[in-house]
C-alpha cells in the first residue's frame, strides 16, 4: 500500500534544474485560461502560493496584472529570482508555505499545476483556510489538479506516461515516469532521469512521489466546508468539465 505524505520544502531540489525546459510548454494553455477567468471576473492583484520557477507569475504580469509568487522551495524560487534580474523586471518572489503564509489581501490566489496534490488531504484543508486569509470577500480561489474520475476510468491512468526529451546546451536530458492510482486517490509516479554530455558515462537518477487526487464533489465539499462556494469547473483550456474524459479539472471558487 502506498502511503502519502506532505511533500517535503526539498521536493523539487533534483528537478529544479531542469524544469522550465520540461515543463513549460504544458503551462501554456493554462496560463491563457487563467488570464480569461481574471478579465471575466475583474482581478487586478494576485497571490500564487505556489509559484516554482514563475510561469503564471511571469504570464500573468506581462498581461497587466499585479502578481507576487510564493513557492515552499529554495532552489525554485532562486531561479525565478533570477530571471527576473535577467529581464529587469519588477516582480516579487520569496518563500513561503500555502498552508501558512500571509502576505496580504487579494483579489485573486493560485496554486497551479497539481501542487495541492503535494499535500495530504488535512493539509490541503489547513491550506485553503489560510489561503481565505490573503482572500478578500468575494476573492477567488482558483488551482487545478488530476482528475480522480478519469483516472480510475478504463486504462486512462496510461496517458499519463512520460517520456521527454530536450538538449540544454551539449547536455542531453530524458525524463520517463510511470504512474498507478488507488481507489483513495493515491497518485503514485515512478520517474527515470538520464543526463548525458557527449562522450561520457550517462547520469542516471531516480525519484519517486505521490500526489492526492479528488474528484469534483470532493473538492466541492471540502472548499464549501472552509467557506468558498464554487463558481466553476472546467478543463485547464477552459473547455467543458466531464466527469470520466477530463485528465485535470481546473476549479474556480469565491470566498463568501
Known amino acids: 500500500m502506498v502511503i502519502h505524505k506532505s511533500a517535503s520544502s526539498s521536493h523539487y531540489n533534483k528537478e529544479s534544474a531542469h524544469y522550465d525546459e520540461l515543463n513549460e510548454q504544458n503551462s501554456a494553455v493554462i496560463n491563457v485560461t487563467l488570464e480569461h477567468i481574471f478579465r471575466k471576473n475583474g482581478i487586478k492583484t494576485i497571490l500564487d502560493l505556489t509559484c516554482g520557477t514563475g ?12 502578481v507576487i509568487g510564493y513557492d515552499i522551495n529554495s532552489k525554485m524560487i532562486a531561479i525565478a529570482k533570477r530571471k527576473v534580474k535577467e529581464a529587469h523586471l519588477k516582480i516579487k518572489f520569496a518563500k513561503g508555505d500555502m498552508r501558512t503564509t500571509h502576505a496580504g489581501q487579494f483579489d485573486a490566489v493560485i496554486t497551479i499545476f497539481n501542487a495541492i496534490g503535494h499535500l495530504t488531504k488535512s493539509d490541503f484543508e489547513k491550506a485553503i483556510q489560510n489561503i481565505s486569509t490573503n482572500l478578500k470577500t468575494g476573492g477567488l480561489y482558483v488551482f487545478d489538479i488530476f482528475n480522480l474520475s478519469y483516472l480510475l476510468a478504463g486504462d486512462n491512468i496510461t496517458e499519463l506516461t512520460i517520456d521527454n526529451q530536450i538538449k540544454k546546451g551539449d547536455i542531453i536530458v530524458r525524463e ?10 493515491i497518485l503514485a509516479s515512478y520517474d527515470i532521469y538520464h543526463e548525458q554530455k557527449p562522450g561520457e558515462t ?22 464549501e466546508k472552509c467557506g468558498f462556494q464554487i463558481v ?9 468539465f466531464w466527469e470520466s474524459k477530463t485528465e485535470r479539472l481546473l476549479t474556480v471558487a469565491q470566498k463568501k
Do not use: M
Open 55 to 66: 510561469s503564471q507569475v511571469f504570464w500573468l504580469s506581462k498581461q497587466g496584472f499585479d
Open 176 to 185: 520517463i515516469q510511470y504512474s498507478t492510482i488507488s481507489e483513495d486517490g
Open 202 to 223: 550517462p547520469k542516471i537518477t531516480k525519484a519517486f512521489q505521490t500526489l492526492q487526487v479528488y474528484n469534483r464533489s470532493q473538492l466541492k465539499a471540502l472548499l
Open 232 to 240: 466553476e469547473h472546467c478543463d485547464i483550456n477552459g473547455g467543458t
